[in-house]
């Protein structure tokens, strides 16, 4: 293995969604014992992550372990795709992820509801991941992987089916731990449709920053210091996007005009940070996909308050 792989090294790797610079990423590192992967991305960016592998000098043929946050397209989408070219790897899922990984037709086919005819250019192909293939987990169990101890966290919120994992001094956050495109950026929730719960999401944040772990792992996008402040500004905008989303549905607001609203809030704060920081958010989650999965928080949240019978909630594309 080369040194930019080195045992306890984590590099974060570009996946260039839409021919995009850091929007996507993947975290690889090596478990003593073959590669670990967090996140694939989608199959369309599958030639961005070999490529990437190969300029740490390592190859795609090496993974052995592939560490799913949850099963969103942008985060899973290639594993059935890596997993058929690699026989020896397998992939690691929460227990609510597992059905969707290996009967995708259902999340597919609500992606395919959002995203219509762009899913090809989008996403590419999601193969099923073979049951006997994936290890389904809760979240708390101590994995050895090689020679390394990986510690997956049941960190729903985002998703239902979210993990976080903790590997020595490195906190894999998925997107539960929010977009930070850059330095520049304040920390920003994405919350798409369908399972956005806004205290599972905050008991999730409190579990992950009383970790001790020195470094976030983002999938949008890379690594950063774990630090109060990154949490408190998270904190701070999931409650302030929330809340922009209740005060228009409390003012009877139409749904484009709140979607507009939002997105034009949203985008002239990011403008604020980096001028580019707009064009590249709306690739890793557009904001009327935030707006969306709002809504669906706050409506859900005024059924249960008339009649406190749940509905499971469908499973969504991302
Ligand atoms: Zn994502």
Redesign the pocket.
């Known amino acids: 293995m080369t040194s930019a792989l080195g045992f306890g090294q984590v590099q974060t790797i570009d996946l260039h969604f839409q021919d995009t610079p850091g929007v ?1 990423a993947s975290a690889v590192f090596d478990t003593g014992d073959g590669l670990a992967l967090v ?1 694939t991305g989608p199959s369309s960016t599958l030639p961005a992550l070999e490529a990437g592998l190969a300029a740490l000098g390592a190859r795609l043929e090496e993974v052995r372990h592939v560490l799913l ?2 099963i ?1 397209l ?2 899973a989408g290639a594993a059935g795709t890596l997993l058929a070219r690699v026989p020896e790897a397998r992939a690691y899922v929460h227990e609510r992820g597992a059905a969707h990984l290996s009967r995708p037709e259902r999340l597919v086919a609500s992606a395919t509801q959002i995203y219509g005819d762009q899913m090809e250019r989008l996403w590419g192909e999601f193969l099923p991941v073979p049951a006997e293939r994936l290890t389904v987990l809760a979240g708390g169990e101590q994995l050895r992987l090689g020679q390394t101890d990986v510690l997956p966290l049941y960190t729903p919120g ?1 998703a239902v089916h979210h993990l976080a994992y903790h590997v020595g001094e490195h906190l894999f956050v ?2 539960v731990g929010g ?1 930070r495109l850059d330095v520049r950026q304040t920390p920003r929730a ?1 919350t ?1 449709p369908p399972d956005i719960d806004l205290e599972a999401w905050r008991a999730s944040i409190a579990l992950l920053r009383g970790r001790d772990a020195h470094t976030l792992h983002l ?2 996008f890379g690594a950063y210091a774990q630090t109060e402040a990154h949490w408190d500004a998270l904190l701070a905008n999931l409650h302030t996007d929330a809340e922009r989303i209740r005060a228009g549905l409390t003012a009877g607001q139409e749904p484009q005009a709140l979607s507009d609203a939002f997105t034009e809030a949203l985008l002239a704060e990011l403008r604020e940070e980096g001028p580019d920081l707009p064009a590249r958010y709306e690739f ?2 557009p904001p009327w996909m935030s707006v969306q999965g709002l809504v669906r928080y706050w409506q859900r949240q005024a059924a249960r308050a008339a009649a406190p019978a749940s509905v499971p909630a469908a499973q969504a594309g ?1």
């Open positions: 996507v996140d946050t949850h969103h942008d985060h985002h998925g997107d977009i994405p798409p999938a949008h890793a989650c991302r």
